[in-house]
């Protein structure tokens, strides 16, 4: 089992940076894949993005292509999302997710979510 635990969400202005932190324990964190997804009110969870073991590997969705950069330190077993340029539209609920194999779209397969953390973007 693995237990992954978001923090770093807010609120912030448009245009402003955030960065989202995701905390993981339970299992040997070098061996997961790790990604975060986002899910708004009264729509589908989506992928944002997600890195592979040693983190060289990255895939980003379209629409934070260029404004999201997706990290992980292995030492810390902890994942980052650096978020910037953020809008209005990037107000969500922000989730960690781990994978035993891969999250690399076009279908990342979750074994593990975690909580989620509320992003805000305010005009």
């Known amino acids: 089992q693995v237990q992954l635990v978001e923090s770093g969400g807010g609120l912030v202005q448009a245009g402003g940076s955030l960065r989202l932190s995701c905390a993981a324990s339970?299992?040997?964190?070098?061996?997961?894949?790790m990604g975060w997804f986002r899910q708004a009110p009264g729509k589908e969870r989506e992928f944002l993005a997600a890195t592979n073991w040693r983190g060289d590997s990255t895939y980003y969705a379209d629409s934070v292509k260029g404004r999201f950069t997706i990290s992980r330190d292995n030492a810390k077993n902890t994942m980052y999302l650096q978020m910037h340029s953020l809008k209005l539209e990037d107000t969500a609920n922000y989730y960690c997710?781990?994978?035993?194999?891969?999250?690399?779209?076009?279908?990342?397969?979750?074994?593990?979510w975690g909580q989620g953390t509320q992003v805000t973007v305010s005009s």
């Open positions: 997710a781990a994978a035993a194999w891969s999250l690399a779209p076009p279908k990342p397969k979750v074994n593990w």
């Open positions: 339970g299992r040997t964190f070098s061996n997961l894949a």
